[in-house]
């Protein structure tokens, strides 16, 4: 039974899951890096926690060692008796077996971004959105806020390395909320502070085009809350339209931003700068990751961190110390013979942040890079654009397109992308093949693998084949 806005306000009112004993929450895709980190939350409650999951991960390993049970089949008696409620993915098959007993029993059948919505009801909320950046920011600013002893709660849309998890908690209320424009899910979050990264249009099989696509984030900035405030990157403010109270501009390539970037150096693989914000000069920040877009992340955060009145010292020592989320920019090799990176880059401007970022900290290495296209429509949808972006590349091998929740669109493959290539520079390729070219290289200066489907489970055996 799926609920209807007010009658979920209606049944979490009635049912206080906090004080519930003998409380099962149940998920479906609970491996999932949005569900994952929902999951740990209530298990940290103390309230009992299953699921489904389609495949076994480290994530989901992990997640069993903390006490969670998950079960990797579609069967309808591994459901335990006494479950108060359900949260689904959308990624869940409208004929799973599972998710189908669920609605024609009569239970509570919740979107994770509806439960999320309840949880940060009554709280303090930073909430990051945007097309790309809004893992790594939304990670950072919860690093500096741990780090600093100010202190928060995190719901992260990855695995956070200084942490190893998508999940923090604290007893001060506040959250630090990775905000997913995906099926519209960041229009049921009010924040006290936002932050819009980017907006360049994706996920067009639900949005339709790109004036629906931005509209979403119009709305979003609709609702923070009163007297909260919404930093945005310069040039994202079309016609001013952004709804709040107070706007900060930021940008890390131009001084007409309110909060910028100045006297930027690289040394070494870091990135080293200053920070102009609200005419104070903020001197001697170190950031060591790859990627000038990460010094715009690394630069909103530090906003963040001012406007909540957290010390300078501190916010500096926690850039330096911030290690990263795992497949954001990931080192897997840093040698003087080689560097390996791993990136969950799957869009054509990440794709473009993250190889002419590579090329800038390595400009005399040749860079190969292996890619898996995720999604039919949006291979469809920016075939041309992913050419481009790889082209940035000296040699390029792509894998076969990564369904995910999709069937597969006819004409729509990756040879659509490799058409809109220099023909000398991209060879498409299976597993397979890939793992066997790679052994026959004599020498490999920079491999970069990027995707956001299943090519992390690549990485190790590129790892030992290069090691």
């Known amino acids: 039974m799926k609920l209807s806005t007010n009658d979920i306000n209606e049944f979490f009112e009635k049912v206080d899951i906090n004080q519930s004993k003998g409380a099962i929450i149940y998920f479906l895709g609970i491996g999932g890096i949005g569900m994952s980190a929902i999951a740990r939350y209530f298990n940290a409650k103390g309230i009992k926690v299953m699921g489904y999951d389609k495949t076994e991960t480290p994530l ?3 997640m069993s060692e903390e006490g969670i049970e998950i079960h990797y089949e579609d069967k309808i008696e591994l459901i335990e008796k006494g479950v108060s409620f359900v949260v689904y993915t959308p990624a869940i098959p409208k004929d799973h077996k599972e998710y189908n007993y669920f609605l024609n029993n ?3 059948v919740l979107k994770r971004s509806e439960v999320l919505a309840w949880i940060t009801k ?3 909320n930073i909430c990051v959105a945007g097309t790309h950046g809004k893992t790594t920011t939304s990670s950072m600013i919860a ?3 741990t780090n600093s002893g100010y202190g928060c709660n995190a719901f992260l849309g990855g695995i956070a390395a ?5 999940f923090l908690i604290n007893a001060n209320n506040v959250c630090v909320i990775e905000a997913d424009e995906y099926d519209r899910s960041f229009l049921r979050l009010n924040p006290d502070i936002a932050v819009i990264t980017a907006m360049d249009p994706d996920h067009l099989d639900i949005y339709e085009n790109e004036e629906n696509f931005r509209h979403a984030f119009v709305e979003f900035s609709s609702k923070i809350k009163p007297n909260g405030i919404l930093l945005n990157r310069k040039g994202l403010e079309k016609n001013n339209d952004f709804v709040c109270d107070k706007k900060i501009t930021y940008a890390v390539d131009t001084e007409n931003a309110d909060i910028f970037v100045k006297n930027l150096t690289i040394q070494n693989g870091s990135y080293q700068f200053d920070v102009c914000i609200e005419n104070e000069m ?3 920040f170190v950031l060591n990751m790859g990627g000038m877009h990460n010094v715009e992340n690394a630069l909103v955060s530090i906003a963040v961190a001012k406007v909540l009145k957290i010390e300078t010292e501190k916010i500096k020592e926690s850039i330096a110390n911030f290690k990263g989320v795992k497949r954001r920019f990931e080192y897997i090799i840093k040698n003087n013979d080689c560097i390996m990176i791993d990136d ?6 990440e794709l473009e942040a993250l190889l002419s970022g590579a090329k800038k900290l390595y400009p005399l290495k040749k860079c190969v890079v292996i890619f898996q296209p995720h999604l039919y429509s949006r ?3 920016f075939a041309k654009e992913f050419g481009e972006a790889l082209n940035l590349a000296d040699e390029v091998l792509i894998l076969p397109i990564y369904p995910a929740r999709e069937v597969p669109i006819p004409g729509v493959t990756s040879e659509l992308i490799a058409k809109s290539m220099n023909p000398e520079k991209v060879k498409c390729i299976n597993k397979e093949e890939l793992l066997e070219n790679i052994k026959q290289r004599k020498k490999t200066d920079l491999l970069i693998t990027a995707g956001a489907g299943d090519i992390d489970m690549l990485v190790n055996p590129l790892k030992n084949i290069l090691n």
Do not use: C, S, W
């Open 60 to 62: 989901t390993k992990k």
């Open 162 to 166: 200084n942490y190893d998890t998508n």
């Open 143 to 145: 690093h500096i806020l």
């Open 122 to 124: 009554n709280t303090f």
């Open 379 to 381: 291979t469809r949808d």
């Open 106 to 108: 009569g239970y509570v």
């Open 282 to 284: 903020m001197e001697g």
């Open 344 to 349: 969950y880059a799957h869009h054509p401007q």
